[in-house]
């Protein structure tokens, strides 16, 4: 009976290195220690918990495929976030895009024109706004993720969504205006905000 040597992984570091070796029992702890915080990225773009899971996966695949690039380990949380979203956003051209062309855009009226929605989002929880912006339907719903929660211009989600970057500007309005619309009906207004 062969003694089996229990590896501990005290640092992030460590665990990354051993991934980077190809370590099994290390590439499980990895994968399990960020799943909470990727998912909740997955969560924001996919339409059900199975695509969030597959968002999940395949993101995953290619981590692992590339973890042997990562040279600053300090910064691997921020470059695996920005995998996740990515693999996300390649995961809508496969399978949703289609859809949306079929669906018109053009349903939601433009009328907020204020920036009631910086105020709102900064007062309410990100868990409020967050279910709120998942009930959007799906170009607005990953115009409004791109730009307001991870920070994108719309010339980068120009880029990153094959549309341009007034087709951007205009969804980002619409589904704001759509999310405005929702927040109103739980009794929060802009006139609320300080």
Request: net charge positive; aromatic share 8%.
């Amino acid at each position: 009976m062969k003694a089996s040597i229990k590896k501990n992984y005290r640092t992030l570091t460590d665990l990354v290195k051993a991934c980077q070796n190809n370590d099994p029992r290390a590439q499980t702890l990895f994968y399990n220690r960020f799943r909470s915080e990727l998912m909740r990225i997955c969560n924001r773009f996919a339409r059900t918990r199975m695509e969030a899971e597959d968002i999940y996966q395949e993101s995953f695949v290619k981590i692992f495929r590339h973890i042997h690039d990562v040279q600053n380990i300090e910064s691997i949380e921020s470059w695996m976030r920005s995998v996740v979203t990515r693999t996300a956003i390649n995961y809508y051209h496969r399978t949703t895009k289609k859809e949306i062309h079929n669906h018109s855009m053009d349903v939601a009226p433009l009328d907020f024109e204020s920036n009631d929605h910086i105020s709102m989002v900064d007062r309410l929880g990100m868990g409020i706004i967050s279910e709120m912006i998942s009930q959007l339907p799906d170009g607005y719903k990953k115009i409004v993720n791109l730009h307001l929660i991870d920070g994108y211009s719309h010339i980068e989600i120009a880029e990153t969504l094959s549309i341009t970057d007034s087709t951007s500007r205009s969804q980002l309005l619409r589904g704001r205006n759509l999310l405005m619309k929702k927040l109103r009906k739980y009794g929060i207004s802009g006139y609320e905000m300080p």
